[in-house]
């Protein structure tokens, strides 16, 4: 009987992270300050520590994961790699399909894997308290976790329509000791604006993350510091322990070839912890199709630009090398709330205009459609974020049967749905509609760019 769970040891954990920076065919151009030069370290100092800054900018291909830290992972870590016998039976295909089950931590996510590291080294810096911005709840909960284990305060700006449609998220974030306010808040200058301007507006990742920066730049104690859940090279780095551990289980389970590697992107953070050691074996000649998964209604990756853009709503971050549909862009109330970000991580971003990857969109109905046949089959009730990377991973199993093909398809499981419910609810209720962006409003929104500078393009395109 073949095996369900491939599970490794304690002592099997990697003891270090995979810096992908090292091994990309062209560096991605440096962040750019207001003057448009590059930015320094010194210049990020305000907002985080030195010591993640240093991770930050760093091209060694691989860093140490403090002892301590790994100590904390092992609460759920390592995680197990599941094969989805059951969905293959009943789609009756010759793939093998291979998931990572990230929703074992206690938040329910990956996003503790760069939780945990993050309020580490804040700590160790002699920081008291973060803030930082939440979409669907996950981040926001990770680092509340993270912070309680570590001893800082915590402060997240959840946006809006996630604050209204998952009051059990809140509620987590506070049994860990945080505190969870709506975004936009009265609390900082950036929501004040916006609120003045649109009262009724849903919010969204950009708002948080500048009322979340502005809150740690102006305490005046200089305790507080910035956390972000995705998108930077450090958040990034931290989850690249899902695609080492995943390696080691697919050897285990006697896998010699991978065929394709899927994660559902919002940021691009658990995306790219399963598939950065992957595409390392690309850049090196072997032949896997590498797919970050994204919703229709906010198509970073499939249709904007590659272009410098600001991370947030309010131009607080430095200008960025991604695509992006424009710091200002306002998705539609998908129930996915982690993949609503207008931009994509520098690093993934850099993976797809060197050809290593290739990104693809999909409608809400289609996700959730695969996200309740994956319950039927596979028993775990699916984050609406993760459902896009099992529409895929379906998508490509199907495809394997039609080719009569072997495959092995591996994706990230990004997280449990169980705080997720009301999506489902308006889904079964036939009131969950699809959004695809109108090009119209892409065009819009993209105009917000027009006049930055333009990041250099690899001279060699695959
Ligand atoms: C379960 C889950 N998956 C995926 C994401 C998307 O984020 P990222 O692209 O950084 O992995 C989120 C973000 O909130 C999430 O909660």
């Keep these: 009987m073949a095996r369900t769970k491939i599970l490794l040891d304690e002592k099997d954990m990697p003891r270090q992270w995979y810096n992908l920076a ?14 448009g030069k590059p930015i320094t370290p010194d210049m990020l100092a305000p907002v985080f520590p030195m010591n993640l800054i240093e991770q930050e900018v ?29 969905l293959e039976q009943h789609l009756g295909t010759p793939a093998r399909i291979y998931y990572k089950n990230e929703g074992v931590s206690p938040p329910g996510s990956h996003k503790p894997n760069t939780a945990i590291p993050q309020a580490w080294y804040n700590k160790q810096f002699g920081i008291k308290r973060l803030t930082t911005e939440t979409g669907a709840g996950q981040w926001g909960s990770a680092l509340a976790f993270a912070c309680a284990l570590v001893g800082l305060e ?54 948080a993350i500048s009322e979340a920066i502005e809150a740690a730049v102006t305490d005046p104690s200089g305790k507080t510091r910035y956390s972000l859940g995705s998108v930077l090279n450090h958040v990034l780095l931290h ?17 010699k070839k991978v065929d ?20 390392a074996d690309k850049i090196h000649g072997a032949d896997i199709a590498i797919i970050p998964v994204e919703p229709t209604s906010c198509p970073t990756m499939t249709r904007a630009p590659y272009a410098y853009d600001h991370g947030d709503t309010a131009r607080m971050t430095p200008l960025l090398p ?27 971003s850099r993976v797809i205009v060197e050809g290593l990857a290739e990104p693809r969109a999909y409608d809400q109905l289609k996700c959730y459609e695969a996200a309740v046949l994956w319950a039927r089959t596979e028993g775990f009730i699916s984050a609406p974020e993760t459902s896009h990377a099992i529409a895929a991973a379906i998508d490509e199993a199907v495809k394997a049967k039609e080719e009569g093909k072997e495959k092995v398809i591996v ?31 892409l065009q819009k929104s993209i105009a917000s760019m027009k006049g930055f500078p333009k990041p250099e393009m690899p001279r060699r395109k695959k």
């Design 154 to 207: 915590c402060k997240v700006y959840m946006v809006r329509i996630s604050f209204d449609q998952k009051p059990y998220r809140r509620l987590m974030m506070e049994t860990w000791g945080a505190t969870c306010v709506p975004s936009p808040s009265a609390e900082t200058n950036a929501g004040r604006a916006i609120l003045k301007e649109k009262p009724d507006t849903p919010g969204s990742l950009g708002i």
């Design 58 to 86: 760093s091209t060694d291909r691989w860093i140490d994961i403090p002892e301590e830290i790994l100590e904390m992972l092992t609460l759920w870590r390592p995680s197990p790699l599941y094969r989805a016998k059951r």
């Design 411 to 441: 994706f990230n499981w990004s997280g449990h749905g169980l705080m997720d419910l009301t999506g489902y609810d308006a889904f079964f209720r036939g009131k969950l509609v699809d959004f695809p962006l109108p090009e119209e409003e």
């Design 322 to 348: 991604m695509h992006s549909l424009g710091h200002g862009f306002v998705p539609p109330p998908i129930h996915a709330g982690g993949l609503r970000y207008h931009g994509m991580a520098p690093l993934v």
């Design 260 to 279: 394709a590697v899927i994660g559902c992107c919002g940021g691009g953070s658990n995306f790219a912890g399963l598939a950065f050691p992957f595409v």
């Design 22 to 35: 090292a091994d990309l065919p062209s560096p991605p151009p440096p962040p750019l300050g207001p003057d």
């Design 239 to 255: 989850q690249t322990i899902i695609g080492l551990e995943t390696k080691k289980q697919l050897k285990k389970a006697g896998e």
